[in-house]
């Protein structure tokens, strides 16, 4: 990875067309700093200001693993598209979350039978109704919470695809969308033969790993082994990077 503000990053930027790209991006640690807690994720006041001048200029689109009836609120404006559940959570794929609402019912109901509240009780649930999110963060021993969840998720023969993130596990449906496919979807609606995509975590690497031409791929935070083509260094400089945008257009 390359950092995104150096000469070789500014070249890329300056390349996007506002009319002929879609600008998407990552929510938690991303567009909102990372919380303790789920609930107090809030769009960054700094970001907040200049998705919005973008979004006046470009197609602005969402991409986030909450569910969508959880994110809308805490955007604080109205994106151009807003997919939630990586993806899954889209117009075109009413059927497929059918069967993951399904699935985590199912899911939920074993865990629930095998759940070891009294191990640990900063470790919790959180059903998004097509996924589930189990949180270790509040752990006293977050590594610890971790190895129980995956033993656990094995012992249950769960069955689910497992996408592993900063203190989460989320659970999906094997087949079920991810973000790089509801991306490539999202370009293919909109007509777009070019996209911007800036996440921060293991979902990510969903569309980091397509590794398209067209796709220019920014990581929060620099990371070993990440997919990603540049980095910015933390999550205050995404309000660098939309200042940038709305700017240069």
Known sequence: MKYLFSRSGLAALAE?????TLFAFDFDGTLAAE??????ARTDI????????????????????????????KLGFRPASTLGNHGLESPWS?????????????WLEALHEAWPFARDRGVFIENKRSSISLHYRLAKNPARAR???????????????IVGG?????LTLPKAPHKGTALLQLMKRQKVKRAL???????????????KKNILTIRVGRKAGSAAQFYL?????MARLLRHLSLSF
Do not use: W
């Open 35 to 40: 919380t303790r807690l789920p609930d107090e």
């Open 16 to 20: 996007l067309d506002p009319d002929r």
């Open 166 to 170: 900063k203190f989460v596990i989320n």
């Open 46 to 73: 700094t970001c907040l200001n200049a998705l919005k001048k973008l979004s006046r200029k470009a197609h602005v689109s969402v991409i986030s693993g909450r569910r969508l009836q959880d994110l809308r609120p």
């Open 233 to 237: 260094r933390d999550q205050k400089e």
């Open 147 to 161: 190895r129980r969840l995956l033993k656990l998720i094995e012992e249950l023969n769960l069955r689910a695809r």
């Open 197 to 211: 995509f800036a996440g921060d975590d293991v979902t990510d690497e969903d569309v980091f790993r397509l590794r």
């Open 94 to 106: 009413k059927k497929t979350e059918q069967q993951a609402s399904r699935q985590v019912n199912h």
